[in-house]
Structure formats: C-alpha cells, structure tokens
C-alpha cells in the first residue's frame, strides 16, 4: 500500500470521525503545517456525505430490486386464478371420476351377483303365496336346486315345485 | 225342565270329547308321500281324496309311497326319508291366530338343499314336489 492510499484511509477515517482523540489531535496538528493535506481533507469531507448517499442509494437500489424480484419471482410462481381454478376442477373431476369408478364397480359385482343368484337359483320366493299360506323358500348347499311357488286355487292349496333335487333310488 | 237342562249338558260334553280343543302348543301332521311317473294312468285308490290335486301336474300315474303322521311340540322336529338319499324334516314352530308356522327342510344325503317356511291355517294342506323324471310329492297336512 502506498502512502498516497494510507494518506486518503487516514483522511477518511479522520472525515468520518472514526479517529481516537489522540489520532486525530495528531493529524489536525499535521493538517496545520501541510496546507496540501488540508485541501486533500476538506475534499473529502465534502465528497463523503454525497459518497454515503451514493451508497445508500445504490443499497436501497440494490435491495428494492432484489425485493421487487422476490416479489416477481412469487408472482410468476403463484398460479392465477384461472389455473387454480381449473387445478380445483381437474382434481375434483379426478376424485369424481374415481369414485364414479368405484361406485360402478359395486354395482357391477352386486349385479353380477344377483345375476348369478338369480341363474342359480330363480328369482327368490318370499311373501305370501295366497290368501291363506304364507311361503317363503331359503336355498341349501346346492346350486342346481331350483323352487318356484303356485297356488292351486280349485284345490285351495300352495304348492311348492323343486327341481334340480336328485331322487335316483339306490339300489 | 229338569231333563232339558241335563240333555244340554250331556250334548255338551259329548260335543267337547268329539272335538277336543287343539293344544296350542302343538300340531299334528300327516305327510303322503307319493311317487309319479308317465308310465301309465292311474292314481293309487290310497291317493283318491287327492286325484283333484295330482291331476295337471305334469304325471299320469300316482303311487302312495307311505304316509308319516307325528305331532309335534314347538320347536320338536320329525326327519323321514323320501327317496334315494333324499329325506325331510319338519319343525313345528308356534300357532299364532290359528296360522301353524312350520318349517320343511329337505336333505340330500347329509346336506341341507332346499327349506321352506309356511304359516298355515290349522286343518289347511299344502304339498311340495319334486320334479325330475320320476316325480315325489309331499302332501301335508296340517292338524
């Protein structure tokens, strides 16, 4: 470092009062005998209020624009409300169109198995089979048995028809 | 006077042991248990007071297999075979208002095919049928 430079730090230090009472008894004594040294202060103590508000605007210049690009950033990032929209309507149409699925799918499998309740075994029998006698069936272990309820009405009697009961006699 | 008085309480208790108060508590059943078949036309003369019931029913020629008649409490129940390995079961359950309630279970060798619940008018008949190229008829009747 050259004694120009350390000349202007001292000076600077002096201009921004950083200098110990000592150090600065020290240099005002020099500032005295050396006219060129007082011109070289007086020009620093006129620039340094311009210098600092030079600083302070390219600081808040600095940091205006870092926020403002933070700020940018968000915005760009942050979906408009016709995105959050149609975000909204894709996931809700997502979770209908799943369910609408699922809901199907039950359907399906209680269908089919009524359908095969149904080719197994007839519709169900349940209720009243006349006037006068109450009938109601309940299938066993055997698929192929099949029952269906009349009613007689010259005889006055319901009766129950199976089939799919094997009556082969052993011998 | 003293005569009439006496002949109404002697045809009143004559009335009474001729028709005695059915138990509530129990029903009688007698199953017919007959075999069909299209080899002929005839109905067995055991079966006459039911020809009006086995005509149209798809067989020409009726056999009475045998006739079962058992009472039963609520809750008892009555097994007999039918044909092959095929048998029966009936379960009294109760009498409410004069309807029996009664189950029919049918079974083919150990397992259970078929079970039918009727609520029955005491002194009603009701009959099952098992349809195949031989046909058994259950004719129940319910006392």
């Excluded at chain 1, 110990?20 to 500032?31: D, F, G, M, V």
């Excluded at chain 2, 609520?74 to 075979?81: D, L, N, Q, S, V």
């Excluded at chain 2, 208002?97 to 259970?112: H, I, S, T």
Aim: overall charge neutral; charged content about 25%.
């Amino acid at each position: 470092m050259d004694r120009k430079t350390l000349i202007e730090i001292e000076m600077g230090r002096y201009v921004d009062g950083e200098m110990s009472p000592h150090e600065r008894a020290a240099l005002e004594k020099r500032l005295a005998a050396e006219p060129e040294l007082r011109r070289l202060a007086d020009e620093l103590a006129a620039l340094r209020p311009r210098v600092a508000e030079a600083m302070r605007a390219a600081a808040g210049s600095i940091e205006g624009e870092r926020i403002w690009r933070n700020v940018a950033e968000r915005i760009a990032a942050r979906p408009s409300a016709l995105e959050t929209f149609l975000d909204g309507f894709r996931l809700f149409f997502q979770r209908r169109v799943a369910v609408g699925i699922a809901a199907t799918a039950i359907v399906l499998v209680a269908a089919l198995l009524v359908v095969n309740a149904l080719v197994r075994h007839g519709p169900p029998v349940i209720g009243t089979a006349s006037a006068e006698t109450e009938v109601t069936i309940e299938y066993g272990d055997n698929p192929d048995v099949v029952a269906t309820v009349d009613q007689d009405t010259k005889a006055g009697i319901v009766i129950v028809s199976v089939d799919g009961i094997d009556l082969s006699e052993v011998d | 006077m003293r005569t009439a008085a006496w002949l109404v309480v002697v045809l009143g208790l004559a009335v009474g042991l001729a028709a005695p108060p059915a138990r509530a508590d129990e029903a009688a059943f007698t199953v017919t248990i007959v075999k069909a078949t299209n080899d002929g036309d005839s109905i067995d003369p055991a079966l006459e007071q039911f020809a009006g019931l086995l005509k149209n029913r798809g067989y020409t020629n009726f056999t009475k297999i045998g006739t079962v008649a058992f009472a039963l409490k609520e809750k008892e129940t009555r097994k007999f075979g039918v044909a092959g390995n095929v048998s029966a079961e009936i379960e009294y359950l109760n009498e409410v208002n004069n309807r029996v309630a009664f189950k029919c279970r049918v079974f083919e060798g150990g397992r259970k095919a078929l079970e039918v619940s009727y609520s029955i008018p005491r002194g009603g008949k009701t009959m099952v049928v098992f349809r195949g190229q031989v046909a058994y008829m259950l004719i129940i009747e319910i006392r």
